[in-house]
């Protein structure tokens, strides 16, 4: 078996008197979709708010490729290849499809007073590209995100973060609030993702879509995890009595 790209050990996190995180540890495998799950206040969302740089831990140590590593916020998290998409996710409604791609990356070019301006052409073309790679169909890449449905933006999303070569994307309940077709986007695009030599983390409620899409499934529930299992070796049955 290969080493695994994350190692999460002993993960302590408190919240004034909330032990919300007990000593967790977790191997995560280079291009396997894990199904995360568990009731409400599990600890599933503060697990991966740690992964992701938006919560630090209290105690614990989290290793990538092998190297120990403590992200500050979520730039930090990105710049080492771990992209984050929630369920709602950070898109600029008033913002075109290209301009989102590229949020925060913005690619500049020289204007002809040498001032660095914002490179228009390339986050158009490159955004079109981006777009197709994940098999989402757009009409434009100069339309507000704004216009599109929830489905399609978490498209945007994932296309964002498969062109800027994540290696790791979580995604925490990112099909809350979608309609079961695009429900059904957004599970395929998980799946999609060993294709692409990507790691998925999968959060959600929802057994039968961590069922179709995930490799391995762990639950987790009041703050410890209390099932890790491939998805073969389990069933719904056996993960609702451990919750
Ligand atoms: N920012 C916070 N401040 C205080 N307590 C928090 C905070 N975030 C989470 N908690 C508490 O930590 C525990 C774990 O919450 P967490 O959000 O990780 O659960 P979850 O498994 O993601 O649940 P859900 O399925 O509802 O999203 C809960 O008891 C929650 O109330
Ligand atoms: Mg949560």
Not at 3 to 25: C, F, M
Not at 27 to 48: C, H, Q, R, W
Not at 120 to 127: A, F, K, L, V, Y
Not at 206 to 226: K, L, Q, S, T, Y
């Amino acid at each position: 078996m290969a080493a695994p790209i994350i190692e999460i050990r002993n993960l302590q996190k408190w919240y004034s008197g909330v032990h919300a995180l007990k000593n967790v540890s977790l191997d995560i495998y280079p291009n396997e979709a894990l199904g995360l799950v568990g009731d409400n206040g599990a600890g599933k969302s503060t697990l991966i708010n740690i992964l992701s740089g938006t919560q630090k831990p209290d105690g614990g140590e989290i290793r990538l490729e092998g190297q120990p590593v403590r992200f500050s916020n979520p730039r930090d998290a990105m710049d080492r290849g771990i992209e984050t998409i929630y369920q709602y996710n950070s898109m600029v409604p008033t913002m075109t499809i290209a301009r989102n791609v590229f949020i925060g990356r913005e690619p500049l070019k020289m204007s002809v007073f040498g001032i660095g301006i914002l490179d228009q052409d390339r986050m158009r073309s490159e955004s079109v590209k981006a777009i197709a790679d994940v098999d989402l169909h757009l009409r434009s890449p100069d339309a507000l995100v704004g216009e599109l449905s929830g489905g399609q933006r978490q498209g945007v999303a994932i296309a964002r973060a498969m062109h800027f070569k994540s290696k790791v994307m979580i995604l925490d309940e990112p099909t809350n609030h979608l309609s079961v077709k695009e429900t059904n986007k957004v599970i395929g695009f998980v799946r999609g993702l060993k294709a692409q030599s990507v790691t998925g983390v999968f959060i959600s409620h929802n057994m039968h879509h961590v069922f179709e899409c995930c490799d391995r499934i762990v639950a987790m529930a009041r703050g410890e995890i209390v099932l890790d299992k491939r998805i073969g070796d389990t069933s719904i049955d056996e993960i609702h009595s451990v919750l």
